[in-house]
């Protein structure tokens, strides 16, 4: 399987109408929740986020807030935002920029929110403009790879520790796949983030 965790300046450049990264200046990194709610992973995040006094942004996925609307409002009561992630998870390039639209808009029937996410972060220029007016495109400029079922959780911590600075969004899955690695990283990047200072905070 091959991703970078770090995106290169190169493919941001390419899609600038994109949010990749905030500035520095804020001191605060942006830690990012995709495929949720999950009955077991999301609680997990929450939890850990409350004990270090952290706000992150959760990329639901609609038909994940249908089977578990009490976990969703579970996110918005603590304080978190919240961003659309399709309704089923589509991959933008395997589908027609119509069929896209209309998914994430059935996703906006249970998601309030002007954040949109691409899965697989997968998206065209075409599905880009048809959404800049309605929403902004957050994606990355740090992987955490959590959903690589080959790598360890102790990998994902040196995937975002290494090379998080202030005003990095990084993206880590509340998601079954996940979990193992996801559920061993998190808390020791947020230990990391208390260490250096820095705040956690919500994209908003």
Request: overall charge positive; proline content about 5%.
């Amino acid at each position: 399987m091959f991703y970078l965790t770090k995106t290169p300046g190169i493919l941001k450049s390419l899609y600038k109408s994109c949010i990749w990264n905030f500035s520095p200046a804020t001191n605060a990194v942006y830690l990012t929740f995709d495929d949720g709610p999950h009955p077991e992973a999301t609680p997990f995040v929450l939890e850990q986020l409350k004990k270090y006094d952290a706000k992150a942004t959760f990329f639901c996925i609609g038909k994940n807030v249908v089977e578990h609307p009490d976990i969703y409002q579970q996110i918005l009561l603590d304080g978190h935002s919240v961003g659309n992630h399709t309704h089923n998870h589509l991959n933008g390039w395997n589908t027609s920029t119509d069929k896209y639209i209309a998914n994430i808009r059935e996703a906006a029937g249970y998601i309030r929110s002007d954040l949109f996410r691409p899965p697989y972060g997968r998206i065209s220029p075409f599905q880009v403009k048809a959404l800049k007016k309605d929403y902004r495109i957050i994606m990355w400029d740090l992987l955490s790879a959590d959903f690589d079922t080959d790598i360890t959780g102790e990998t994902c911590v040196q995937n975002v520790v290494f090379k998080l600075q202030p005003g990095s969004i990084v993206v880590f899955h509340d998601s079954r796949k996940a979990w193992d690695r996801m559920s061993y990283a998190l808390p020791r990047v947020l230990e990391h983030c208390r260490r250096k200072g820095w705040k956690v905070e919500a994209i908003v």
